[in-house]
């Protein structure tokens, strides 16, 4: 299973790029994370359904610090990438 999620609110400056790949890395998803330009956060996930959905999850709280407004999730066709990468 692949997923985007674009996550809006106050979700940069507060490690939710680390901690998502720390999570991301503990449950073998792979993808990548980075801030963009309009203050969101973006994510592919590509992994285990489950597992994939628990990062989503997380995405909708954040880590401390993060108030998460919104979470915006797209199915795409999973492209068998490896390894999590901060971008």
């Not at 890395?25 to 203050?39: E, F, I, K, L, T």
């Not at 285990?48 to 919104?70: K, M, T, W, Y």
Request: proline share 2%; no cysteine; hydrophobic share 40%.
């Amino acid at each position: 299973m692949r997923r985007r999620v674009i996550v809006r609110g106050r979700v940069q400056g507060v490690f939710f790029r680390d901690s998502l790949r720390r999570l991301a890395q503990q449950r073998n998803v792979s993808g990548w994370v980075a801030n963009r330009w309009d203050g969101t956060v973006e994510a592919v996930l590509e992994g285990n359904a489950d597992d994939v959905e628990r990062l989503i999850e997380f995405a909708h709280r954040g880590p401390r610090g993060a108030q998460v407004e919104s979470v915006d999730v797209f199915d795409e066709e999973p492209e068998g990438v490896s390894g999590f990468s901060v971008r």
